[in-house]
């Protein structure tokens, strides 16, 4: 669902500098299953909570019962959707999705809810995570006839190029049996990483993988349900947090009720990076609350890598809660040397190079009060290049730090994601060529401890067998396929040879406000 464009939201601390491009999130699904209630502006706000995990679209689905609307555009939640549009997505059920790139550029065409005519009606669905055999399944919609309903439009020519569509094509051909028994059977040849939440016009529905690496959770309305990728979008539309989906479960919301079935044995391999970077604070993962388990991590890491100094300062947003508990465990104070500019944002006019010369100040400056003449400890939550933190560094030597000792919460990441984060390639991660020390110098601090792996794992309770690391130790859980068939771009390269267009984008246009959409970009 992974693009070259920057990601910006307030919480990052990666892209300070506008040349650096750190981690980028996976997305953010949501869905809601409430008769009487305003579905749409409940869709939008559980949105708006998980803005953080994908900033490049937005899009909703809303069934009245009889027909499904979808409306979705390029841009954040707040600026694709308003008061209009919302009135006039009017229904009982609603699938959402905030949506980063990780199979497919960033374009209009692939942003989500993806939707699909159906014999028996329509289906649209949203997916957080990434799929490692999309060629196996795009030779497996090639096969497909067309959907039935499928308009024949000029748009045909313009087919989506994420994983999501082909799924949502597969789920969607069910001539001799039911959407659900049909789902069914597709989730067990479906591999990788994914968290899927689609509806019909009166069914939602929720699917998690086998090995659970992307959360997603299901909550209680009075009257109704709702799926999200994480709890803090339940706490925003005043659901109750009932518990997490299972790895390797489907569940099923209709008039009848909640219903669940096992499609897959579970065998959990939660994503550790998500207890670290993803995540919000506020959210529970795995039982633990994520701040909690961050202040933790800080703890631990002032145990591991001790420093002589004045002051902890974290690089906000995301280094504060480690920063938080590396204080408390030292006995160092805690401070705030960093102001941070929320507003630079993904759409920001890229700075002439007079500016670019300025390079992290853009986001950050420090408070020279609070940090001339001090021995600082400076705590972020991991290292992609190095570029944001040398540049951090040497703006901070020249506010007056006397020291600067960086520290990590969490291990070195030497491997790419393949089940929904996009990391950097292997080859411009700094910690695959380099090792601490050299890290070290390259940064021009004056010490660097990185959290070690198992104290890392400690901290977040979870057994470390059921922890998916693969960015820390090159351990993938889930089976690869072979170079040639991975890649964010694949389908955009084989996307000739699929005769389907695998989105039925032309369906789609019932949306408000896509009129122009078969022009767009």
Not at 330 to 353: A, C, D
Not at 408 to 426: E, L, Q
Not at 469 to 485: I, K, N, S, T
């Amino acid at each position: 669902m992974t693009s070259n464009s920057r990601r910006g939201d307030g919480r990052l601390n990666h892209d300070l500098d506008p040349q650096e491009r750190g981690p980028q999130d996976a997305c953010g699904v949501f869905g809601v299953w409430a008769p009487g209630e305003d579905v749409a502006k409940m869709t939008y706000y559980g949105l708006y909570a998980l803005q953080h995990r994908g900033q490049e679209s937005a899009g909703m689905a809303v069934s009245n019962g009889r027909q499904i609307l979808v409306f979705k555009d390029m841009g954040l939640v707040s600026q694709v959707f308003d008061e209009t549009t919302l009135e006039s997505l009017k229904g009982h059920l609603a699938v959402g999705h905030a949506r980063y790139s990780t199979t497919g550029a960033s374009t209009w065409h692939n942003a989500q809810p993806t939707f699909r005519p159906t014999a028996t009606g329509s289906i649209a669905l949203a997916h957080n995570g990434n799929l490692t055999n999309t060629s196996e399944l795009a030779s497996r919609v090639a096969g497909l006839p067309n959907a039935v309903g499928e308009l024949d439009l000029p748009s045909r020519n313009v087919v989506s190029t994420n994983d999501t569509s082909l799924v949502t094509a597969l789920f969607a051909h069910h001539p001799d049996r039911s959407l659900e028994e049909n789902a069914a059977e597709v989730l067990t040849t479906v591999k990788g990483a994914f968290s899927f939440v689609w509806m019909d016009e009166n069914t939602l529905y929720a699917a998690r993988d086998p090995q659970g690496i992307r959360p997603l959770v299901l909550g209680r309305l009075e009257r109704g349900w709702v799926v999200a990728s994480e709890t803090a979008a339940l706490d925003i539309v005043g659901a109750s947090f009932i518990r997490e989906i299972e790895p390797g479960e489907l569940i099923a919301v209709d008039e009848d009720g909640l219903r669940s079935r096992t499609f897959a044995e579970p065998a959990p391999k939660h994503c550790l990076f998500e207890f670290v970077y993803l995540a919000r604070p506020d959210t529970l993962l795995q039982g633990q609350r994520v701040h909690s388990v961050r202040v933790e991590i800080g703890r631990r890491l002032a145990k591991e890598f001790p420093a002589d100094a004045d002051l902890v300062i974290p690089v906000p947003e995301s280094g504060t809660p480690a920063a938080i508990g590396y204080a408390e465990a030292s006995g160092i104070p805690y401070g705030s040397g960093l102001v941070k500019n929320s507003y630079v944002g993904r759409t920001f006019i890229q700075p002439s190079q007079t500016i670019r010369q300025l390079g992290i100040r853009l986001k950050l400056n420090p408070l020279r009060d609070v940090i001339e003449g001090k021995r600082l400890v400076v705590v972020d939550d991991s290292i992609v290049r190095g570029n944001t933190q040398r540049a951090l560094v040497r703006m901070l030597r020249e506010a007056g730090a006397r020291e600067v000792h960086v520290r990590i919460s969490s291990p070195p990441v030497k491997w790419p994601c393949f089940y929904g984060i996009d990391f950097a390639t292997r080859a411009e991660l700094i910690a695959n060529g380099l090792n601490s020390d050299e890290i070290c110098r390259s940064i021009d601090a004056d010490s660097l401890g990185y959290i070690s792996l198992d104290e890392l794992v400690e901290a977040t309770t979870v057994p470390k067998d059921d922890l998916c690391r693969a960015c820390f130790d090159g351990v993938y859980p889930v089976q690869l396929p072979e170079p040639e068939h991975l890649g964010k771009h694949l389908l955009e390269m084989t996307s000739t040879e699929i005769a389907t267009d695998v989105d039925g984008l032309s369906a789609s246009l019932s949306g408000g406000g896509a009129s122009d959409a078969l022009d767009r970009p």
